[in-house]
């Protein structure tokens, strides 16, 4: 539906809500040396074909979606063990490293919603494969998990409702590793809101 939310925008928005309403509110997008890297890494898993290694069965470039949550997209890999109940075990591929903050995890958790959804099931974990570091991270979709990812999710489609785009953030790191840093202009958007601010306070 068109009101669907794509399940890798909330990674975005995550990460910074003003680069999400940058993408998918005012449609601006440019590349760097990260996203295409990216880009060629989902491809190439994405490619592969389905596949059944003893018990368990390897579907890749999975489409989603929820009713519930109004979400879609498409998911990497999903691991099916053979069991009763069958066990389900969603993998997303990231071009980086292991990160302390959840935006990550937030994708992984919303491709379980709509997993569970679609299958009828309940997942409790998945598992982040970082290509930096040739790993994976297994991620236990906690209850905690799954009220920071519906939250999120409650969030970013507030910011497209209202149509309106947020300040940057104020993780300045976040902005020298994105895409957008020369469209967004962050510190330019500071500026003027610090100029705007020191005149409200002084203004007689």
């Not at 390897?58 to 979400?71: H, I, N, T």
């Not at 920071?148 to 790191?173: H, Y």
Request: proline share 5%.
């Amino acid at each position: 539906m068109d009101d669907d939310l794509m399940i890798s925008a909330l990674q975005h928005f995550a990460y910074c809500p003003r680069q999400f309403a940058l993408i998918h509110l005012e449609q601006a997008w440019a590349e760097n040396r990260f996203t295409a890297e990216g880009k060629v890494l989902h491809e190439r898993v994405d490619s592969g074909l389905a596949e059944q290694r003893r018990d368990t069965r390897f579907e890749r470039g999975v489409m989603l979606e929820s009713s519930r949550y109004r979400l879609r997209g498409k998911m990497d890999l999903l691991e099916v063990q053979a069991g009763d109940p069958l066990v389900y075990f969603p993998v997303e591929y990231k071009r980086g490293k292991p990160k302390v903050e959840s935006w990550d995890r937030i994708q992984l958790c919303a491709q379980a919603l709509c997993l569970e959804e679609m299958r009828d099931c309940h997942i409790h974990e998945g598992a982040l494969w970082y290509w930096e570091v040739r790993r994976r991270e297994v991620v236990e979709i906690t209850p905690e998990l799954r009220d920071e990812t519906v939250s999120a999710i409650a969030a970013a489609r507030t910011i497209l409702q209202e149509g309106r785009t947020p300040p940057p953030t104020a993780e300045l790191k976040r902005c020298r590793a994105c895409s957008l840093k020369d469209l967004c202009e962050p510190e330019a958007f500071r500026q003027d809101a610090s100029r705007k601010y020191m005149e409200e306070i002084f203004q007689p």
